[in-house]
């Protein structure tokens, strides 16, 4: 499998989603500089945490103009697989690859912790192995929202990837870490080719982690 | 030089207000041969301030042991540096943020980790781990919670946004800060053993420069404000805070580890306290060359800075270097890959002079000796308090019954609550090689791409200290040591941040001489020196100094992740143990504080034989894979520990013990004890070798249900457990 990993200024989970990639796909991906301006065979293109550009305006909104963005869409509209980790997840909304926003925690405060979320969809490349999965989390924006008529849309594509839920996967209030709207943790594009979640699955994907439930979804690509 | 008899151009109140004592002036005078100007004089204030001068504590620090055998770079760089096997090196190094977090606790902070991070590095090792030491006023007084939100947000906005995750720290409340808050941050950063760089400038004609952020008029005579007292007007002194630029730092971070892959820097030191005056000078005084600069090449982003300004700015996120003159280009199209400053500002020289140009014209010229070495240096009188003395208890004054009850608001009380609701503002695992997460008693950081790790552990008791400063000293030393073995690790060296009031007080400076002196004691023994720190004086308000506070950053190394320790209670049928000799020592102890609301007695004394023996014996017993968790016994004594190992494990307990002084049993804080967790089936093998190696072994109880019970006293639920120790930041 060929994998590109996209480095913007301010990205600071590309080594450790790389090193996942390494260990579960089994052969490095190639980091791609933001300034680059294409990415020519891909089979999957991660775009990881971080602070990109500082996160000084909107969360992502500077990301998503990068000169490598433009090739991203292209390959995204081709059907290459995309998936967008918590920065990364904000960067797709803002160009436009997935639908909704991403907003202030409820809590107004940064959360870093393990929580658990319940694939929606299964039937998907990047969750056919995906059960209920414990991960961390570490955000400041993560707070899901969209329209009531795109909640619909949404709901109506099965483009929900997963949910934030209880130890039981019941979803309800006391499960939800940030005030996502119907708990929703991630998010697909209408062809479930783009992927975009707030939890960081390469934060879970070995032992010494303490949980590895986050290798199920690059798995579940090699599948 | 009394005020009487000054006779000199410059005004007696320029120099006062550069915080220069008249007699220093004159010395400034007889090196110079003339009387400074502005600028040299603004750069003198930079040099001889205390806090880079080190002038009340530089005789005293140097009787603290700083070699050993994995030690390859003490005190007097950037950060220290300890050999971890393999070709690999750890750097680290603490630092305190005190006055500028007072003023502005968010930006205060959030610039004090920057500062550390570019500390590490600057000496070519990757930042792996953050840590922190605090001290708020009493959680009651009207401005502790702005404080705390403030530089929790602070340290976890800059950690967060540089990716280097913030792995724990201690923070404590009490009233002698009210006025003077504690922020000390420490950086652990990896390297490799033949990739560690230095501040030394060499090569007459190299290349000087400056690269990072653009200079402004912020934090201008920042160092020389964290050398000062504070009074009622000290919120006026808020412009002299800076403002911190995470994303820059990410930049710089990754533009300087990527140029120092190339054989291209032969000197760099970041622009921290006192900025391109403290960088340029440090780097000419060591390598014992001199530098000229054209300020007129440096990027500004204020419009007509003077040099003085420029030469005093405090803005951050920005390095010197001095590079190989062939690799000019390359080192700026690195630079300019990752959009940052990248300027030649001027050149090594043989002259051993700091000589400034700008505009064409010269600006200062200074011997960088006159402002090192023949910097003042004081023996400032002390005198050394008698230790508050010891107190005895009797049993019959305290009821058996109230023990739960006692435990529930000793665990709910700020000093001993969770501080849960902290490290979850903080990103505690980015970089993914966080193998113990805060709430533990050390964090452990894999090396990557290793199996070995480092565990580090922050700590400091500053009652102690205040009621016998040569134990306290001690204490925060073999408290740290003790969180080290406990996580598995062995413990191999420390960085201290000495905050302490003015020591032109003789009982201040009594203070912190007794403080050395434990310290020094505690590290010899431990085999555990100080290889970095730093120290803050002057943290008074209206004449009040903070209670003595030396706050130790420990280190070790843990060959084999497998041999890691948690505190974390495991399986339901194992042997809770206490390791450690019990004389039920109440004196200033948690217990007396929160339930009884004295601060009385003496400090527990430590018997380092009896701490070097009891540490050796769990890391033996670790190694033979004979324990399942361990807890060190701290503050609050062993019931609150068993009760912090319950609520991480979530884990029952039945304790069986029978004791004549329950309460001195349970609150007492006797020091060289260890709770350690062990199946049945190993428990006399346990035992044995307890045995053999004179270790006081004492059974506790055996793990399981959902409570804590007492025999013959009670039990208590964990969810009470739990909803008291997480409440007070709950509800914050």
Request: aromatic share 6%; charged share 20%.
């Amino acid at each position: 499998m060929k994998t590109h990993v996209i480095v913007f200024p301010g990205s600071n989970c590309d080594r450790d989603v790389a090193v996942a990639i390494q260990n579960i796909i089994g052969s490095s991906p190639e980091m791609v500089w933001h300034k680059d301006s294409t990415i020519n065979q891909s089979d999957l293109i991660v775009v990881p945490g971080g602070f990109s550009y500082g996160d000084y305006l909107r969360c992502g909104a500077m990301a998503s103009t990068s000169p490598i963005m433009k090739s991203v869409i292209e390959n995204a509209n081709k059907g290459v697989p995309v998936m967008g980790i918590c920065n990364g997840f904000q960067i797709l909304i803002e160009s436009g690859l997935l639908q909704g926003a991403l907003m202030r925690n409820s809590s107004l405060s940064f959360i870093c912790r393990d929580i658990i979320i319940k694939p929606t969809n299964t039937k998907t490349m990047f969750t056919n192995k995906s059960t209920i999965s414990k991960m961390p989390i570490a955000h400041n924006e993560g707070n899901y929202f969209a329209n009531s008529n795109q909640i619909k849309e949404i709901e109506d594509n099965d483009q929900i990837a997963f949910q934030y839920c209880d130890e039981n996967g019941d979803i309800n209030s006391h499960s939800n870490p940030n005030g996502s709207i119907n708990n929703i943790a991630g998010v697909f594009n209408k062809s479930k080719n783009v992927l975009g979640m707030m939890p960081h699955p390469e934060r879970a994907a070995e032992s010494i982690h303490g949980c590895d439930d986050g290798r199920n979804i690059f798995e579940s690509l090699l599948s | 030089m009394t005020s009487s008899n000054w006779h000199f151009d410059t005004e007696k109140s320029l120099v006062e207000s550069h915080g220069l004592k008249l007699d220093e002036f004159e010395k400034i005078v007889e090196g110079l041969g003339r009387e400074p100007n502005l600028t040299e004089l603004g750069i003198f204030s930079a040099m001889w301030n205390e806090h880079c001068s080190y002038k009340s504590s530089k005789y005293w620090l140097k009787k603290l042991p700083t070699s050993g055998e994995r030690v390859i770079q003490g005190p007097g760089e950037n950060a220290g540096v300890i050999d971890i096997d393999d070709g690999d090196v750890a750097v680290f190094k603490m630092e305190s943020h005190n006055h500028p977090s007072f003023l502005e606790p968010y930006q205060g902070a959030a610039t004090g980790v920057g500062g550390i991070l570019r500390d590490v590095f600057t000496m070519g090792a990757r930042p792996v781990a953050n840590m922190n030491a605090l001290r708020f006023g009493d959680p009651n007084h009207p401005k502790t919670k702005h404080l705390v939100s403030g530089v929790v947000g602070g340290i976890g906005g800059y950690g967060n946004c540089i990716g280097i995750p913030t792995v724990g720290g201690e923070v404590n409340f009490h009233p002698s800060y009210n006025g003077n808050i504690l922020v000390n941050a420490m950086t652990v950063g990896i390297a490799k053993k033949d990739k560690i760089f230095y501040s030394a400038a060499a090569g007459i004609g190299n290349p000087v420069v400056y690269v990072g952020s653009k200079t402004g008029r912020d934090g201008i005579h920042g160092a020389t404000m964290a050398s000062a007292e504070f009074d009622d007007d000290s919120e006026e002194k808020k412009p002299t805070v800076q403002v911190g630029d995470p994303f820059t730092e990410k930049l710089l971070l990754e533009a300087c580890l990527e140029l120092m892959k190339e054989d291209a820097i032969i000197a760099i030191q970041d622009m921290g306290a006192a900025g391109l005056t403290s960088s340029s000078i440090e780097m000419a005084s060591k390598g014992n060359v001199g530098i000229d600069i054209n300020l007129s090449k440096v990027p500004i982003r204020a419009a007509n800075m003077t040099a003085y300004e420029l030469m005093l700015s405090e803005s951050q996120e920005r390095m010197l270097m001095v590079i190989q003159p062939k690799k000019e280009e390359l080192a700026r199209s690195i630079f300019k890959k990752w959009d940052l400053e990248f300027e030649v500002i001027g050149e090594v020289t043989d002259t051993k002079k700091l000589i400034l140009h700008m505009d064409g014209e010269e600006q200062a010229s200074i011997p960088i000796n006159i402002l090192v070495e023949d910097a003042p240096e004081y023996q400032r009188d002390y005198i050394v308090n008698d230790p508050s003395p010891l107190i005895s208890f009797e049993s019959k004054d305290f009821k058996d019954k109230d023990i739960l009850g006692d435990l529930l608001k000793m665990i709910s009380h700020p000093n001993l609550c969770s501080r849960k609701w902290i490290w979850e503002q903080y990103d505690h695992m980015v970089m993914a090689d966080t193998v113990v997460r805060p709430g533990s008693d050390a964090a452990v950081i894999r090396v990557h791409g290793t199996n070995k790790g480092i565990a580090i552990s922050t700590d400091c008791s500053p009652t102690y200290c205040r009621h016998n400063s040569y134990e306290g000293g001690k204490h925060a030393v073999v408290e740290t040591w003790r969180n080290i073995v406990a996580s598995g690790a062995e413990p191999i060296a420390i960085t201290d941040c000495m905050n302490f009031g003015n020591p032109e007080k003789p009982e201040i400076m009594g203070q912190f001489v007794e403080c050395i002196r434990g310290m020094g004691d505690a590290c010899s023994k431990l085999n555990y020196p100080v290889i970095s720190g730093n120290v803050s004086l002057y943290n008074e308000t209206n004449g009040e100094g903070i209670y003595p506070t030396p706050a130790i950053g420990g280190v070790g190394l843990i060959t084999d992740l497998s041999n890691t320790m948690t505190i974390d209670l495991k399986n339901e049928g194992n042997i809770l143990c206490l390791i450690g000799e019990s004389n039920n020592h109440l004196g200033n102890s948690h217990y007396l504080s929160i339930i009884q609301s004295r601060e009385d007695g003496g400090t527990p004394s430590i018997n380092l034989d009896d701490e070097l023996k009891n540490g050796k014996f769990i890391l033996d017993c670790i190694s033979k894979k004979l324990l399942k968790s361990v807890h060190d016994v701290g503050e609050g004594g062993v019931l609150v520990a068993i009760a912090e190992m319950c609520i991480s494990g979530k884990q029952g307990i039945k304790i069986d013990i029978t004791k004549d002084f329950l309460h001195g049993f349970f609150f007492g804080e006797d020091q060289a004890r260890y709770l350690v967790e062990v199946s049945q089936n190993k428990l006399q093998q346990l035992e044995i070798d307890a045995s053999k190696s004179a270790v006081k072994i004492e059974r506790i109880g055996e793990i399981g249900g959902t409570s804590i019970s007492i025999n013959s006293i009670g039990e208590v639920e964990l969810s009470s457990l739990i909803d008291h120790h997480t409440k007070w930041f709950n509800e914050f």
